[in-house]
């Protein structure tokens, strides 16, 4: 399987702030990489997929970036309603795994 | 409006079997891969398989494919688990997902139906 290991576990910024989350995978996943955002109580929400490409309707203050093994997700100008947990996922080979996730909380 | 609505979870002894059922609606069912993914207490994520479109073919996270059954039932729109022999670990929130029309990431997701393994 691909382990997915993402950093940081936990995260504290502030509003306005801009805020990058790693993911590294065990081996290349050729851009096969998604993100998630998980609010509290709530089903997680697809961020962007093919590691840079953006789903409809989410904000452009979220992007995506990487190759090989090494991704990251970057939101600009943090605002207060991206406090939430975000995942990466590598779908280039099966098992689909996840990394660990990333608790992001205001500052 | 794509809606995945999940039902069946609640509280199993070790060693039981359940069925999960998630309904869909708002697209066309039998378009799609469908996959279960669970998310534990402490949060982790973990994929356990997917099914084609027709049913004709599925994939399944190796630690659960002795254990965990994935099918559907197209007519009825409807995605299922079949989760036997449970054990503790199995303690989870379940999610049905669809992706954009391959199987490789999750653009829609339900509410999730919680599973507790527990004598």
């Known amino acids: 399987d691909i382990q997915m290991t993402q950093s940081p576990a936990s995260l504290s910024a502030s509003l306005g702030e801009t805020v990058t989350i790693e993911c590294r995978a065990s081996?290349?996943?050729?851009?096969?990489l998604a993100w998630y955002q998980q609010k509290p109580g709530k089903s997680p929400q697809l961020l962007i997929y093919?590691?840079?490409s953006l789903h409809t309707g989410v904000p452009s203050r979220f992007s995506g970036s990487g190759s090989g093994t090494q991704y990251s997700l970057k939101i600009n100008s943090l605002q207060s309603e991206d406090v939430a947990s975000y995942f990466c996922?590598?779908?280039?080979?099966?098992?689909?795994?996840f990394g660990g996730g990333t608790k992001l909380e205001l500052k | 409006e794509v809606q995945l609505v999940e039902s069946g979870g609640g509280l199993v002894q070790p060693g039981a079997s359940l069925k999960l059922s998630c309904v869909a609606s708002?697209?066309?069912?039998?378009?799609?891969?469908m996959s279960w993914v669970r998310q534990t207490p402490g949060k982790t994520m973990e994929w356990i398989g997917d099914?084609?479109?027709?049913?004709?073919?599925?994939n399944y996270a190796p630690s659960l494919k002795n254990r965990f059954t994935i099918s559907r039932d197209n007519a009825k729109s409807t995605l299922y688990l079949q989760m036997s022999n449970v054990r503790s670990e199995d303690t989870a929130t379940y999610y049905c997902?669809?992706?954009?029309?391959?199987?490789?990431?999750?653009?829609?997701w339900g509410q999730g139906t919680l599973v507790t393994v527990s004598s």
């Open positions: 997902t669809r992706g954009a029309g391959s199987p490789y990431w999750f653009a829609y």
């Open positions: 708002g697209f066309t069912f039998s378009d799609y891969w």
């Open positions: 099914i084609k479109y027709d049913g004709s073919y599925t």
């Open positions: 081996e290349d996943i050729y851009n096969g």
């Open positions: 093919n590691a840079n």
């Open positions: 996922q590598q779908y280039y080979d099966y098992p689909w795994t």
